[in-house]
């Protein structure tokens, strides 16, 4: 049997394939433009259960289960649970910690970005559209070192943290670079930050993003003031 292959059939197959895709990549960025192939490609992934993930604050698009999807798939149990990707808790734990440290200022960012932008873009006669900052430009870079001396102790200390660190790193929610931790593919689309950003940010860790941005603010007046002298 040797069927042709559709574009939305192929983009469907590449992300069941791959679990992410870039914005870039040809086929996601036609899809992203023609409203009838996202439809298309929607309806595909919709035949078995998935629906497409995408905002525009995100480099890579995912997919995910349909919610009427969820119970017949994971069952009751399955959705009392902490996630359906059977990370142990304080894994969770960690994992919130960072889209807290890494996300949240990266949001603020893009939309400061995105508005300076905009206003730009009134002074110009013959302007181009100019899109939303890309993640990898202005994503904070999150430091294992500070991130074990402030969190350690909660998250289990080192050997369980580093541990959860390559689960998280394995499930596409954070890279490693040396003694820096950045943003994953599925960071920024797998979390609901309508739903997390309050929570975090009249909680506990809102206390801990004010000191944490507190010091990155005074790391370039000290900086400055080094050459200076």
Known sequence: ??????????????????RWLPRKHPRVRRALIEAD????????????????????????????LLRNAE?????????D???NLELPRDAVSLLVVLWSLIVLPKRERQSIRATTAN?????????SDKPMPSAAAVSPVASYKALLADFGTQLGKKMRM?????????????????????????????????????????????????????????VPQVQDEERGA
């Open 1 to 18: 049997m040797n069927e042709v292959i559709d574009d939305a059939a192929l983009l469907a197959a590449e992300l069941l394939a791959r």
């Open 71 to 79: 119970t017949a798939v994971f069952g009751e149990a399955g959705l």
């Open 119 to 127: 206003g730009d873009i009134q002074d110009e006669m013959f302007s």
């Open 162 to 218: 580093d541990g959860n660190l390559k689960r998280l790193e394995a499930n596409g929610f954070i890279l490693r670079r040396g003694d820096d931790i950045v943003e994953g593919p599925l960071l920024d689309l797998l979390l609901d930050y309508d739903t997390l950003a309050p929570r975090i940010l009249d909680g506990a860790l809102g206390d801990v993003l004010t000191r944490v941005r507190s010091q990155e603010a005074e």
């Open 37 to 64: 192939m996202w439809q298309a490609v929607q309806e595909r992934l919709a035949q078995v259960g998935l629906r497409l993930v995408d905002n525009i604050y995100a480099d890579h698009i995912c997919v995910a």
């Open 81 to 83: 649970a902490n996630n």
